[in-house]
């Protein structure tokens, strides 16, 4: 997988782009409305613009990313809006009477940072051949590498795809209203890419690490599926993790405490700058998630085993509805196998204890892959409006998948699962 790091683009160095006029920023559009035969299609520069229960009608209940009060979240902290880079412009389409059917987390896009899908060539070679890249659309929630609905409809509606297929059209139609470069969802579900296709975006595939649960009894159940060799390692590390005189908690709800939370941020910052990036959350995000969706929030911490012990360490997780999705980590300093602990075994012991079917821990790592975790596809779409920069990713993309495709199978190989294993 190191290798798709390192690709080049070199057909994206030969081609033209395509002249177009300086596109216009989307808050100077004349308008944010478009009529439309299934309704009127409308951009929000801000979630509030909608009510809860009517996006969250479309979202659904499964996956915590989408809902309202997540999305709200981030606006109202500051992690997206002005100056961040991240213009919300959500897009609602309502039929004749005012109802909403459909919706999309929207937004204008001045860079590719918090995206997990890297399309840095793509920008850097356009920008070569005389075009501009950015601004750009994006159907995403921010900093979320988290597979879920982006083409918004309540799932139980009989004319669901139809409002998606509307949805979809005005999204295209705004992209080229706006004279963007392109509109590019991301972490789009396999229910949603054949639409997609159809309307001519083009599919990128990539690959996440998932835990699988066929029904284990316990952790040591888990430990039973893996080869002698992989079994000790595992038991090995979390004994070690166990053995630093720290004691680890997996809050929910009003256990998780303003204390927990500072203490969090903290460690997300102090992760961070040692890893030479850039801190997307703020803290008062963090307060929000909890005061308004604490119920859906796992948050492992650790702490020093002894009176008002200092707390040493934390990984956010949010609960969906089958799956324990996996978010982020920090630590105060380098203690060795802590992260193992609170990120993976602790998500592993909480998703057994209460039946949930899944453990997604996002991009990269292949040290996941020894711990139980496999590779899973994900995918992308995305619509560009060069015709010229169009066929050149899409014979990256091409040639990308068949990369994809031997890594996933590579990884799986090495996995730590005895043969007989029933989700082998």
């Given at each position: ?20 006029q300086p596109p216009q920023t989307p808050h100077s559009l004349p308008g944010r409305e478009k009529s439309m035969a299934a309704g009127r299609l409308r951009f929000c520069p801000s979630i509030t613009e909608v009510p809860a229960p009517a996006w969250d009608a479309c979202a659904g209940p499964d996956n915590p990313f989408v809902s309202h009060a997540f999305l709200h979240a981030l606006e109202a902290s500051g992690s997206v809006?002005?100056?961040?880079g991240w213009g919300p412009l959500h897009a609602v389409l309502e039929d004749a009477r005012g109802r909403v059917r459909a919706c999309a987390p929207l937004y204008a896009k001045s860079h590719s940072y918090g995206e997990y899908v890297f399309d840095w060539e793509w920008a850097r070679a356009y920008q070569r051949a005389g075009g501009r890249y950015y601004p750009k659309l994006q159907g995403a929630v921010p900093f979320t ?280």
């Amino acid at each position: 997988m190191r290798g798709l790091g390192r690709l080049r683009l070199p057909s994206l160095l030969f081609f033209k782009a395509g002249e177009a006029q300086p596109p216009q920023t989307p808050h100077s559009l004349p308008g944010r409305e478009k009529s439309m035969a299934a309704g009127r299609l409308r951009f929000c520069p801000s979630i509030t613009e909608v009510p809860a229960p009517a996006w969250d009608a479309c979202a659904g209940p499964d996956n915590p990313f989408v809902s309202h009060a997540f999305l709200h979240a981030l606006e109202a902290s500051g992690s997206v809006g002005e100056g961040t880079g991240w213009g919300p412009l959500h897009a609602v389409l309502e039929d004749a009477r005012g109802r909403v059917r459909a919706c999309a987390p929207l937004y204008a896009k001045s860079h590719s940072y918090g995206e997990y899908v890297f399309d840095w060539e793509w920008a850097r070679a356009y920008q070569r051949a005389g075009g501009r890249y950015y601004p750009k659309l994006q159907g995403a929630v921010p900093f979320t590498p988290v597979t879920g609905p982006r083409l918004l409809a309540p799932p139980q509606d009989p004319e669901r795809r139809d409002w998606q297929a509307a949805l979809l059209e005005g999204l295209l139609d705004f992209a080229r209203r706006l004279n963007v470069s392109g509109l590019h969802l991301t972490f789009v579900p396999d229910d949603e890419t054949p639409l997609l296709a159809d309307k001519g975006l083009l599919l990128r595939q990539g690959f996440q690490y998932h835990w699988e649960n066929p029904g284990y009894r316990d952790f040591d159940d888990f430990l039973a599926s893996l080869t002698s060799r992989k079994r000790k390692a595992l038991r090995k590390e979390r004994e070690r993790a166990n053995r630093q005189g720290i004691r680890f908690l997996t809050l929910q709800g009003a256990a998780i405490t303003e204390r927990h939370w500072d203490a969090f941020d903290r460690f997300y910052r102090d992760t961070v700058d040692r890893k030479w990036g850039g801190a997307y959350l703020t803290r008062d995000f963090f307060l929000r998630l909890g005061a308004t969706m604490g119920d859906r929030v796992v948050l492992v911490m650790g702490e020093e085993d002894r009176p008002n012990g200092a707390l040493v360490c934390g990984a956010l997780n949010l609960v969906g509805g089958d799956t324990l999705y996996g978010r982020t980590w920090g630590a105060a300093g380098d203690a060795r196998f802590l992260h193992f602990e609170a990120c993976y075994y602790r998500a592993l012991d909480y998703a057994i204890a209460h039946g949930l079917n899944r453990v997604e821990a996002g991009a990269q790592g292949e040290h996941k892959i020894s711990r139980g975790y496999r590779p899973r596809a994900t995918w992308s779409a995305h619509w560009l409006a060069d015709p010229a920069l169009g066929r050149a990713v899409a014979e990256f993309i091409t040639h990308e998948r068949a990369l994809v495709a031997q890594a996933m199978v590579a990884l799986a190989d090495d996995g730590p699962f005895r043969a007989e294993d029933p989700c082998s």
